[in-house]
């Protein structure tokens, strides 16, 4: 059972690269307005692209694009060749619909497959599906995904976590799927109700929202399994499974054989050195229905240079870190949330769970409140200097004050979908 392709060299990857982008850009160029206008607009033609560095030269694309050709982006085949469409759930603005023809659908879930071959699963594996179905691509690509593997699917969905407990045990479960939130969420159901020696759980995957090193470390000792696997994918490229990590869980890779990834400077959008922290671009290589074109994700990672010790020849990038729109300015300084959970992973006696608040104060200055919870095993005897800690780890770290509240371990939501951890009050903010 081999998804993963074998025998691919550095070379070999660009000549499919180039293939694929020479593809990609005729049938874009030929088949959408949208991006035929754009190439006009930078006096470029199809018959230009006769190497990969030409990339650089190529226009982006962003959210607009695809909010303003509402219900159908950058389509680029007839509506006879559409045969399923996702949308992403959009909290900003419209959503964004993405159309996917029979052949996207095979080659997603080939793509899927080799996720599940790359966290060493086999066909003797049942695998419990908790994201959401519908027009989310979660639901529809794991199990897609699954089938094509060989593995046998159970499909409950964001059920509550009473139906996953007992599908858990009665299925023999052997790998659990779901957002990180979820994870965790199952993860303390599991231990609540003493279940951990009642399950056959070995692998969790998990994925579609930015998650700490404390929550993959709190959801591994809680259930006990041997593997956490972080998934990536968004919506625009098929959806999860564009990457996964390997057992060595040194970076996620990424089948750059189906798309290309770029990293680029989000202010000066010019590439950065592989190995340097930026924006992730992606570039679809077979994709017929909506292909991107140099499409800015906003997710900020980095390529890992280098092979990988498992011997896969597909090259990685590193966990996703944040997002380049989700900074926030508090008192002049920028702050990503994943600076937050970074310090707060660094120090015991704090849950995984926090959320930051920016309020706005009568003098006019504003206020920033974390809230953070308490270890699961710590009493509240501690909590001042607990709170104390947290503030001057904050103001060491990232160079700002902050007001910490020690929450109960437990008190903060947990939720099946993917977590809000800003909460911005500010000059009418949400
Ligand atoms: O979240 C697809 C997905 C579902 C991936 C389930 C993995 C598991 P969207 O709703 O379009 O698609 O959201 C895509 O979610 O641009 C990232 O900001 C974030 N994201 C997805 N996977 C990860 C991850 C799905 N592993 C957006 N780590 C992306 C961090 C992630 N962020």
């Known amino acids: 059972m081999t998804f993963i392709p074998q025998n691919l060299t550095e070379e070999k990857i660009q000549e499919i690269q180039l293939k694929g982008l020479q593809w990609t850009v005729s049938h874009a160029y030929h088949n959408s307005p949208l991006y035929r206008d754009k ?39 007839p509506f006879e060749k559409i045969v399923r469409i996702h949308a992403s759930s959009g909290t900003t603005g419209k959503r964004k619909v993405l159309s996917y023809t029979a052949r996207d659908i095979d080659v997603w879930a080939d793509m899927f497959a080799r996720c599940y071959e790359l966290a060493g699963l086999t066909r003797e594996d049942r695998v419990q ?3 959401g179905y519908g027009l989310w691509t979660a639901g529809v690509g794991f199990q897609a995904g699954c089938e094509r593997f060989g593995a046998m699917a159970v499909p409950v969905g964001p059920a509550n976590a009473e139906m996953h407990c007992e599908m858990l045990v009665d299925m023999g479960t052997t790998v659990f799927c779901s957002t ?13 109700r003493n279940l951990k020696d009642k399950i056959k759980l070995k692998k969790i995957i998990l994925g579609a929202e930015r998650h700490s090193d404390a929550m993959r470390k709190r959801i591994r000792e809680l259930t006990g399994v041997e593997h956490v696997f972080d998934i990536y994918g968004l919506t625009e490229l098929y959806g999860p499974g564009t990457g996964l990590d390997c057992t060595f869980h040194n970076g996620i890779h990424y089948w750059a054989d189906l798309f290309i ?22 570039t679809t290589l077979r994709k017929e229905a909506s292909p991107l074109i140099r499409y800015r994700t906003h997710d900020i990672t980095r390529i890992i240079e280098g092979e990988c010790d498992c011997g896969v020849p597909l090259p990685r990038h590193d966990r996703i870190t944040g997002r380049s729109d989700d900074m926030f300015i508090y008192r002049a300084v920028n702050i ?3 600076q937050i959970d970074h310090v707060l992973s660094r120090i015991d006696g704090i849950g995984s769970e926090y959320q930051i608040h920016l309020e706005p104060r ?8 974390v809230k953070v919870e308490r270890g699961v095993n710590t009493g509240t005897g501690d909590d001042l200097a607990l709170a104390e800690k947290v503030a001057g780890e904050i103001r060491k770290k990232i160079l ?22 800003v909460f911005d009050k500010r000059n009418g903010k949400a």
């Not at 033609?45 to 030269?57: C, Q, R, Y």
């Not at 700002?400 to 020690?406: A, F, Q, T, W, Y």
Request: aromatic share 6%; glycine share 6%.
């Open 39 to 77: 190439f006009d607009k930078v006096g470029l033609k199809p018959e230009d692209v006769a190497s990969l560095s030409i990339l650089n030269d190529l226009p982006f694309t962003d959210k607009e694009d695809l909010q303003e050709g509402y219900p159908f982006p950058v389509l680029a085949v």
């Open 129 to 131: 599906l908790a994201v």
């Open 180 to 192: 990180a939130s979820m994870a965790l969420l199952m993860a303390e159901e599991i231990n609540r």
């Open 261 to 282: 990834f770029e990293i680029i400077d989000p202010d000066t959008l010019k590439p950065v050195p592989d190995g340097t922290e930026g924006e992730l671009v992606v």
């Open 336 to 338: 990503y949330p994943s």
């Open 362 to 369: 009568e003098d006019g200055r504003d206020r920033m409140v």
């Open 400 to 421: 700002v004050r902050s007001s910490v509240e020690i929450l109960d371990y437990g008190s903060l939501p947990r939720t099946e979908r993917k977590s809000k951890r």
